[in-house]
């Protein structure tokens, strides 16, 4: 197991483009989380999922965020008509129910949108 | 509205010293803290947590402490080493909201050798 995976690393995109971020958790976590850090602040709480389901949205997550994750397994994070606000890390993290709330996190994918 | 404040954005100590990192919390309904550490190119790393049922919690080098009563937690590192220097970030998170955590600015500490 080596931990939370993300991909890409980093994402040059142009302004109004859309662009996807995968997050592969450990397997045997039943939570994933997505953050958002932007410089100089620490990371915001974007969504959150048990298993398949979507179970809280932060309203930082405006209706040009998407976030899936099919089966329980990997998830996406989708940008649509990206702006240059969006430039910050994206942070992917996983937890077991009795995780002692000890998320593991990704090394993240860093978004730069010009 | 910083729910979380960390207020210093850096610190720098000598090895074998003691660092101590704070955080203030306003919202009383966190009930669960945390401190999270951030090297370069990585995510943040969990360190140690502590319930609000406690007052302090131990672990090896690092120990948190908890003031409910000006909602006020601390990290303390004895003693400390080089490879401390990192971004600490506090967090906190209160029942029933799917454990999301609120997390501060973070203080850059840098340990001197």
């Known amino acids: 197991d080596t931990g939370v995976s993300q991909d890409p690393r980093h994402k040059i995109t142009k302004r109004g483009q859309n662009v996807t971020f995968r997050c592969d958790p450990i397997?045997?976590?039943?939570?994933l989380y997505w953050y958002r850090q932007t410089l100089g602040q620490g990371p915001e709480f974007l969504t959150y999922?048990?298993?398949?389901?979507?179970?809280?949205k932060s309203r930082l997550l405006s209706d040009r965020f998407s976030a899936e994750r099919p089966k329980g397994s990997f998830s996406t994070l989708e940008i649509q008509r990206t702006e240059q606000g969006d430039s910050a890390m994206y942070l992917c993290a996983s937890s077991l129910d009795s995780g002692g709330l000890g998320y593991t996190f990704g090394s993240g994918t860093r978004l730069t949108v010009v | 509205d910083q729910q979380v404040k960390q207020n210093s954005p850096s610190l720098s100590v000598q090895e074998g010293r003691i660092s101590i990192l704070n955080c203030d919390y306003t919202n009383s309904m966190f009930d669960y803290f945390l401190w999270y550490k951030k090297y370069p190119a990585e995510g943040p790393t969990f360190l140690i947590s502590?319930?609000?049922?406690?007052d302090k919690n131990e672990d090896g080098r690092f120990t948190v402490f908890l003031n409910k009563s000006a909602k006020h937690l601390s990290l303390h590192i004895v003693p400390s080493q080089p490879g401390d220097s990192a971004v600490y970030f506090c967090?906190?998170?209160?029942?029933?909201?799917?454990?999301?955590?609120?997390f501060g600015s973070g203080t850059q500490l840098t340990v001197l050798p």
């Open positions: 967090a906190a998170s209160r029942s029933g909201s799917a454990r999301q955590l609120t």
């Open positions: 502590i319930s609000s049922i406690k």
């Open positions: 397997s045997e976590h039943n939570r």
């Open positions: 999922f048990q298993n398949e389901a979507q179970l809280e």
